[in-house]
DNA sequence: TCTCTTTATGGTCCTGTTGACTATAAAGAG
DNA sequence: CTCTTTATAGTCAACAGGACCATAAAGAGA
């Protein structure tokens, strides 16, 4: 990128610039991942992030806006949260060719079902976990894990749960969101208490109110707030190990 | 990614890759960044981020580690801290042809000095702020503060601190590090209460000590503990609004 | 209808963390 | 010798957060 004769020498490489997308949901109160099956090969039949190539004339977040809209089956995925997790660029990582991926993680409500994209054999909602799908293809595990890392930590400090959830939810819907991500129960009382003193984490619909599990009192609705940073943090429980 | 059709229509697209290394150093107290002065157009004489092409057979990991021994002159720069920012990939980001480079945010002890690389003007060690040498070329000024971002906020939740530190340090050292990042002041008792309570984040070296500005009473030295992750983080002071 | 279970929600108690602050130790400067 | 500077220990109060209890309000099942 610095001189005119550095591009004469690199730049018709055979680079390709793909997206990868790692989009989860809650379903049943476990966390789940959209996968697709490999028609081809190589990694023919076993599982792999959706995905695609950035076109000449769109920047990755274009591409994987498309992607996701693709996979997911809606017509408009502006709402969703779609963030950049990292670029994955090892030269061997595709054996085909050169491929610089980058990837994304997507966070989306519980969407009624799955569409197999033109390129896949099949697309699923499974739960995430060390579960049978496994391995994925090419470096996809990796690239899985780096995607739930990422949103695992930014749950804490950020207001990103409500992604998860539709535009009205109940208290107890978003504890649900914290607990199948971290897989860790959580105090409703102590959740509530820290949710409503956060400022701009969520905000209350005044009077409404729904059932939440189909029995028990009816719950409050809340919108998501406008805070994008939380602090202080909601800590998940004891994670790897306290101070003292 | 996905269907060998495909690899025809995209693979030979002009995609360059590059990446682009934000350099940071805590000298005389304040936090700064190395740049390089371009010699050529476009943005002639404008100061930018270094960096380079990601060539045929390295990953952009790889690449970044050339391009950082190559601008602080270092043989040596595997100890040093490198890690992936995110990744730039507008169709416009540069006028002369289709590139998508992938940003590195890097810490390292105070330099000698800046060294221009082969492709440079000039290089030096500059102030990191709002400063005069601002507007970057490029997007590089969006890079530069979605790096500055990123360590700003690790501080808080990891041993990040240290790697601006030299093996040895005392904690004077280690607050001046948070101080000049986070532009604002800390106790120094608490500060010491809280980094030395925390398991893993250093490590006293018995016996030793040190003077630290030259006054005052010696102070005694540590090392950087193994601790990547802090529970519970260490809050910078009312960054944007405290809950209540 | 009555009771049990379930979920929501408000409150209390206790402990650990943290900011503010004071005091003392140990060095150099003048 | 005194003042300034930095390091380090300690105290105190406010606050946050985990554990826990109590009550409200719904459906399920007898």
């Given at each position: 990128m610095r001189e005119s004769q550095e591009y004469d020498k690199y730049a018709h490489e055979p680079f390709a610039v793909t997206v990868d997308l790692a989009v989860f949901t809650i379903r049943d109160g476990a966390l789940h991942v959209l996968l697709v099956e490999r028609g081809q090969e190589p990694y023919a039949g076993q599982w792999a992030l959706p995905g695609g190539f950035v076109l000449p004339d769109e920047s990755a977040e274009s591409a994987a806006q498309r992607e996701l809209a693709e996979e997911t089956g809606l017509a408009d995925v502006s709402g969703l949260h779609l963030e950049q997790v990292r670029t994955y660029s090892d030269?061997?990582?595709?054996?085909r060719m050169r491929v610089v991926s980058v990837a994304f993680a997507a966070l989306v409500p519980d969407l009624p079902e799955a569409r197999a994209g033109g390129d896949a054999a099949g697309a699923a909602w499974l739960p995430y976990g060390p579960a049978a799908y496994r391995p994925l293809a090419f470096d996809h595990d990796r690239i899985l894990g780096d995607a739930y890392d990422r949103i695992r930590a930014k749950l804490e400090y950020t207001g990103l749960a409500t992604a998860f959830c539709p535009p009205e939810f109940t208290l107890g819907e978003l504890r649900q969101v914290y607990e199948a991500v971290w897989g860790a129960e959580l105090d409703p009382a102590n959740f509530r208490r820290k949710v409503v003193g956060t400022a701009g984490l969520v905000e209350a619909i005044p009077g409404a109110a729904r059932l939440t599990g189909g029995r028990g009192k009816p719950a409050a609705l809340f919108r998501a707030g406008t805070a994008t940073a939380l602090h202080p943090p909601l800590l998940r429980p004891t994670p790897e190990g306290p101070s003292s």
């Amino acid at each position: 990128m610095r001189e005119s004769q550095e591009y004469d020498k690199y730049a018709h490489e055979p680079f390709a610039v793909t997206v990868d997308l790692a989009v989860f949901t809650i379903r049943d109160g476990a966390l789940h991942v959209l996968l697709v099956e490999r028609g081809q090969e190589p990694y023919a039949g076993q599982w792999a992030l959706p995905g695609g190539f950035v076109l000449p004339d769109e920047s990755a977040e274009s591409a994987a806006q498309r992607e996701l809209a693709e996979e997911t089956g809606l017509a408009d995925v502006s709402g969703l949260h779609l963030e950049q997790v990292r670029t994955y660029s090892d030269p061997g990582r595709d054996p085909r060719m050169r491929v610089v991926s980058v990837a994304f993680a997507a966070l989306v409500p519980d969407l009624p079902e799955a569409r197999a994209g033109g390129d896949a054999a099949g697309a699923a909602w499974l739960p995430y976990g060390p579960a049978a799908y496994r391995p994925l293809a090419f470096d996809h595990d990796r690239i899985l894990g780096d995607a739930y890392d990422r949103i695992r930590a930014k749950l804490e400090y950020t207001g990103l749960a409500t992604a998860f959830c539709p535009p009205e939810f109940t208290l107890g819907e978003l504890r649900q969101v914290y607990e199948a991500v971290w897989g860790a129960e959580l105090d409703p009382a102590n959740f509530r208490r820290k949710v409503v003193g956060t400022a701009g984490l969520v905000e209350a619909i005044p009077g409404a109110a729904r059932l939440t599990g189909g029995r028990g009192k009816p719950a409050a609705l809340f919108r998501a707030g406008t805070a994008t940073a939380l602090h202080p943090p909601l800590l998940r429980p004891t994670p790897e190990g306290p101070s003292s």
